[in-house]
């Protein structure tokens, strides 16, 4: 590796682990500061090595299949998210005040990243499209490929009725969970292999030797990993404890301060890939995440409950059902509009301004009220796309080389919805999307 070349990579990558330095200090030495000031630490810390997951992830894609590496980058840049939440279901197995938090830190993050990220990439992804097309554009098309993932995520977002109307995440909907993530991947493995587009540190680090970027991946995954499985038990509880300090809600830190840290270098990575004209691609790491966010995540909080010292199912309180409720709401608004791979700038604004009046109407009748106002306007989508809901269902389960049964069954209709996807492609390319490069 040339000097040259590595100063680049070497800068970024050394500030990250900079800012690692005073929490792990911290946690070798066993001092115990202040709660703000250890939040303050360890929140650095997740958040720098969220950062080196995130960049090891994508330059990562060049030796992994495309969709498959989109996954597995939705699962890698989402881990301190999920060392979190599953160290407060753990907990909850022999401390029954921390169930509330393990509910509270996932749906949390969920609606974080349907209801903030999924709008401000669009937004930013029309302005780069409108600039470089020189004339307005309106929505955001996704490429035909992502009907998959989205067919996964709606029956994610249909599986998930069963937590707030049962009251409880059971050790079965869990392996069953888990089950449909193992699917996914498997799936993912399969798809045509793509030439990804890297951006920022990923593609400095993706311009190194083979070997060299092996050899870096590997360290930075491993490094990164270690900070966070380091940093989340004190992390959590700092969290908790600055809350009861300064009188804050401590259920409210939980579900939006810890996801803000653990998801940040995920929107800033969607982010760059809809600076760089890749909406599409943006859009379909945030799909994957909520993919995993619905079956690895919440399939694994019984078996971490389990683990702790609890029993079989993870059982909820009427907060908790509710913000479960209004999580799947959400969810299934955004899967119903999205059903025509078409993600419209009226969708991003009304799903940012939902999420913002959860803010303003804080209380247990206005969580109820948005419930019915996502379900209401998800049940017109699914009304108005409803042609497309089942080519959306049956696409996880479909083999890419030829028609299955499902696609044969459907006969003219899936063809008519395809040949409308190959019109938006085009579209799309007009406006400065270019679907990715085969690989030979």
């Not at 992994?64 to 996954?71: D, T």
């Not at 959306?392 to 459907?410: H, K």
């Amino acid at each position: 590796m040339s000097p040259k070349l590595a100063r680049p990579i070497a800068r970024p990558i050394g500030l990250c682990v900079a800012l690692t330095a005073p929490a792990l200090i911290l946690r070798l030495s066993g001092v115990h500061p202040a709660a703000a000031l250890s939040l303050a630490a360890f929140g650095t810390a997740v958040v720098a090595a969220s950062f080196l997951l995130a960049w090891a992830a994508e330059a990562a894609r060049l030796d992994i299949a495309g969709p498959l590496a989109i996954a597995i980058l939705a699962v890698i840049a989402v881990l301190p998210e999920y060392a979190v939440d599953l160290y407060f279901s753990y907990t909850a197995g022999h401390n029954p005040d921390y169930v509330q938090y393990a509910a509270a830190n996932m749906t949390g993050s969920n609606r974080l990243l349907l209801g903030l990220g999924w709008p401000v990439v669009v937004i930013i992804s029309l302005w780069v499209a409108s600039r470089r097309s020189g004339r307005s554009v309106r929505e955001l098309v996704l490429q035909s490929g992502y009907r998959t993932e989205l067919g996964f995520l709606f029956i994610a977002s249909i599986a998930a009725f069963l937590i707030p109307l049962s009251g409880q995440i059971s050790l079965v909907l869990g392996f069953a969970l888990l089950g449909f993530f193992v699917f996914y991947l498997w799936k993912a493995s399969r798809a045509e292999a793509s030439e990804p587009d890297l951006v920022g540190p990923a593609a400095r680090i993706g311009d190194l030797p083979r070997r060299a970027r092996r050899l870096l991946v590997t360290g930075l995954f491993v490094f990164a990993a270690a900070v966070i499985v380091a940093s989340a038990e004190p992390f959590a509880e700092s969290l908790i404890s600055t809350g009861a300090q300064l009188g804050i809600d401590r259920f409210l830190l939980v579900q939006w301060v810890a996801p803000l840290a653990s998801e940040a270098p995920e929107f800033i990575v969607a982010i760059l890939f809809a600076v760089h004209g890749k909406g599409s691609d943006a859009i379909g790491t945030l799909i994957s995440s909520k993919v995993s966010q619905w079956t690895l995540l919440v399939g694994s909080l019984p078996l971490a409950y389990l683990a702790g010292g609890g029993g079989t199912a993870l059982v909820l309180d009427s907060r908790q059902v509710e913000e479960f409720l209004l999580t799947a709401g959400q969810t299934l608004l955004g899967v119903a509009a999205l059903l025509t791979l078409r993600f419209p700038r009226w969708l991003a604004f009304t799903l940012l301004g939902l999420f913002a009046v959860q803010y303003a109407l804080p209380g247990q009748g206005a969580r109820y009220l948005l419930c019915a106002i996502y379900g209401g306007i998800a049940l017109v989508a699914l009304i108005r796309n409803r042609r497309y809901i089942l080519p959306a269902l049956s696409a996880p389960f479909r083999s890419p080389p030829g028609p299955s049964l499902a696609e044969t069954a459907l006969g003219p209709q899936i063809e008519r919805i395809e040949q409308g996807d190959r019109s938006a492609d085009a579209s799309a390319a007009a406006a400065g999307y270019s679907p990715p490069r085969t690989r030979s």
